[in-house]
């Protein structure tokens, strides 16, 4: 039965409430990982083979828990859990959250235990130029940091229940337990512990942060679950559905980790200490994918599940509910990420150093990263829209077409990362160190098509949608103007400790950005400005 017009429009803000318990969760963690990411820095710096080790010995786990947690769970399962849910059918709902969990759980067993067996073929395919001391201390780490990612993977089984019931906060905040137990490890044997074991030590740590991170939430997942039983029975066509569903959306949703698995192949060869350089831009620029993109996608999936139950062409009210909320979270995101983008390009060393500069990080250091940060920029808004386009074709049970462009993108990236990396620099006679920069540029054309064909068939579905070519422009300019502002404070402060000139260059970045949006009357930052006065 199709609802009536007057329930589409008020859902919208619904989505963007969600979205900023999201966002807040997120950052939470983020500015976390920051600190850990810091103090890391602090103790390894950039250019040691322990800090190229264990970088790359946690991308192997790694890629475990973004294949088969949050990312497939939430193209996969909310889908189904959050439509019983809506239905109200509650018994049904704790069958299926009991079989997946069970599944999930007995095929994450395995896949920890195939790769406690198999790091040493794992780690010669993510990292083939590691040889001697580097190479034997990138297996035991991925030894130890393996059980630590099957219990993030549970983690985001529980994200999935509590997001299906808009229970956004506490989910996306809890990464902050792994965070604080890994700088625990560090500030602990940090001071005089040998830089090999002292990442033997941290990897102790993220498993300890890992369990962390997952009793944490269990408490309010259960309580929302009354009665869960773990159960193998599939019989159910919503479980099946899941799990058919799953390898498509795994696949289609991990194509960024395993775009940054091959960077992190091909940047082993590149030079020492390009492993560890690109792991600290990735760490920046991948926030704005994750604050703006997974937040507002994350948010909107069940709502968008529900109005495609509804849908059956794109004139019915259920379809326009659809259309009107991607294009509200594709304006949001459009928003918040072009300054991300410009700040890149032209605050990238600003923002390394403010991060990271300390130690053994040097700004020198820094510079490298900024490099990479720029690169990055090239494809960070595609990233950003493809992300909530995929979940629109999630939510219309349709994960195979995320899928082939999924493989599409991973495709030109590997061919161009190689180039960019490895082949130009040499044609040009340039430092190969420099090659790293070309892989971010080479992933961002990538994204840049897959953004194109997702956008693509998803105006076949629903109609044409998007953020309009004067805002873009708009938007853009007012980023480039405030990048300008805060260019000229940072020549007046000089040189200076690279955190505080940060804290006052980057402040002027964002006002001057958001002084110029809301004259101009761009995007929702007149009631974005008005909602916090309220609440304040």
């Not at 991170?213 to 773990?230: C, M, N, Y």
């Amino acid at each position: 039965m199709v609802e009536p017009a007057r329930d589409a429009s008020p859902q919208p803000k619904r989505g963007r409430g969600g979205a900023a318990l999201v966002a807040l969760g997120i950052l939470c963690s983020r500015l976390a990982g920051f600190v850990r990411q810091r103090v890391f820095a602090h103790y390894f710096g950039q250019q040691s083979a322990a800090a190229d080790a264990f970088n790359a010995a946690f991308r192997i786990p790694n890629l475990l828990q973004n294949l088969f947690g949050e990312g497939a769970l939430s193209g996969s399962f909310i889908p189904v859990y959050a439509a019983s849910v809506a239905r109200g059918e509650t018994r049904h709902a704790v069958h299926v959250a009991g079989a997946v969990a069970a599944l999930l759980g007995l095929v994450t067993s395995i896949l920890v235990l195939l790769g406690l067996l198999a790091a040493p073929l794992l780690v010669g395919l993510i990292a083939p130029g590691f040889t001697g001391e580097t190479r034997d201390l990138t297996i035991v780490l991925v030894r130890i940091l393996f059980p630590g990612a099957g219990l993030l993977v549970l983690s985001a089984w529980c994200l999935g229940i509590l997001n299906s019931h808009h229970r956004f906060l506490l989910s996306y905040a809890a990464p902050v337990m792994w965070n604080v137990a890994m700088i625990a490890a560090l500030l602990a044997f940090g001071a005089g512990t040998p830089l090999p074991q002292l990442a033997v030590y941290l990897a102790w740590g993220s498993v300890i942060g890992s369990a962390l991170q997952f009793v944490v939430q269990v408490p309010a997942v259960l309580k929302l679950v009354p009665g869960l039983r773990l159960t193998f029975r599939a019989a159910s066509p919503d479980v099946q559905a899941v799990m058919r569903n799953f390898g498509p959306v795994a696949m289609s949703r991990g194509v960024v980790q395993i775009s940054a698995f091959v960077d992190t192949l091909i940047a082993s060869k590149v030079a020492q200490g390009a492993v560890s350089a690109l792991a600290n831009a990735q760490l920046i620029y991948t926030l704005p994918v994750s604050l703006f993109g997974m937040s507002v996608s994350a948010a909107q999936l069940p709502a968008m599940s529900g109005d495609a139950a509804r849908e059956s062409s794109p004139g019915t009210v259920a379809a326009t509910a659809l259309r009107d909320r991607l294009d509200s979270g594709l304006r949001q995101i459009a928003f918040f990420v072009i300054p991300s983008s410009m700040a890149f390009v032209a605050l990238g060393d600003v923002i390394a150093a403010g991060l990271f500069q300390t130690g053994r990080f040097t700004h020198d250091d820094a510079l490298y990263v900024w490099a990479i940060l720029a690169g990055s920029a090239t494809g960070l808004l595609a990233s950003t829209l493809g992300r909530l386009y995929a979940s629109s074709c999630y939510a219309l049970r349709d994960p195979r077409t995320p899928l082939r462009f999924a493989a599409v993108r991973l495709s030109l990236s590997i061919v161009l990362g190689y180039i960019a990396a490895l082949v130009l620099p040499r044609a040009l006679a340039v430092d190969p160190k420099w090659g790293t920069a070309g892989l971010t540029v080479a992933s961002g054309i990538a994204g840049w098509v897959e953004f194109l064909l997702l956008r693509a068939a998803v105006r076949r579905r629903v109609g044409s949608l998007g953020v309009p070519l004067p805002m873009l422009t708009r938007l853009w300019l007012s980023a480039a103007v405030s990048a300008a502002a805060a260019w000229s404070v940072k020549l007046a402060l000089g040189p200076g400790h690279p955190l505080l000139v940060a804290a006052v260059v980057l402040p002027t970045y964002a006002i001057a950005y958001l002084g110029i949006t809301y004259v101009l009357g761009i995007g929702d930052v007149r009631g974005l400005m008005r909602r916090t006065l309220r609440r304040a």
